[in-house]
């Protein structure tokens, strides 16, 4: 029998997955403007719901942001985050960005830039055990270029759920193009 203390406990115990989504096909007048950021950040919201574990509640999906209004999504979503801590033992989070950027950072409308400088602080702040990043955009790979990053070993054997830390994927190098597709009607990546 499932009394209210008990189902108390079991929601306290479980882990919650949370994704911050964005699609950027705005990055500045400097840029040709993306057809399928926007899509593919919507495409990724899609898949999380149905079957990534991450059910719309629990996602925020941030479309065409200028600097301010991304800051703000992030500060939103991490008072969420601190807020829905409380209720479970683990949290887990997503965050992917498809859209332009260069060696320095993310490029948002109006030719903003978020430093990846910030963005890496930004994300310290978020409070997750397990942080999951994917840089869908050029010279992503700009981003794990930053010091204090440290070899461990592979989280993928047997304790899964006791990994904490933050993962980093890119799809591309510092100094590469990443590469959309009319074919494909999205990034390649």
Do not use: W
């Not at 997750?128 to 010091?147: E, F, H, N, P, Y």
């Amino acid at each position: 029998v499932l009394t209210a203390a008990t189902s108390t406990a079991f929601a306290q115990d479980a882990t919650r997955r949370y994704a911050l989504i964005i699609g950027a096909n705005d990055g500045g007048t400097e840029r040709v403007k993306l057809r399928y950021a926007v899509k593919d950040a919507s495409s990724v919201a899609g898949v999380l719901d149905e079957l990534g574990g991450i059910p719309k509640s629990q996602q925020h999906l941030v479309l065409d942001p200028d600097a301010a209004s991304l800051e703000r999504a992030f500060e939103k979503f991490g008072a969420h985050l601190q807020k829905e801590r409380a209720s479970v033992r683990r949290t887990e989070l997503l965050v992917y960005y498809s859209g332009h950027s260069d060696g320095q950072g993310l490029l948002l409308k109006g030719g903003q830039r978020l430093p990846y400088k910030s963005l890496r602080q930004r994300l310290k702040t978020l409070p997750a055990d397990v942080r999951v990043v994917i840089l869908d955009s050029c010279s992503a790979g700009a981003m794990t270029r930053g010091k204090g990053g440290k070899r461990v070993p592979a989280f993928l054997k047997d304790s899964a759920v006791q990994v904490r830390g933050q993962a980093i994927l890119t799809s591309s190098s510092a100094t590469e193009a990443a590469q959309e597709s009319d074919r494909l009607g999205g990034s390649f990546f």
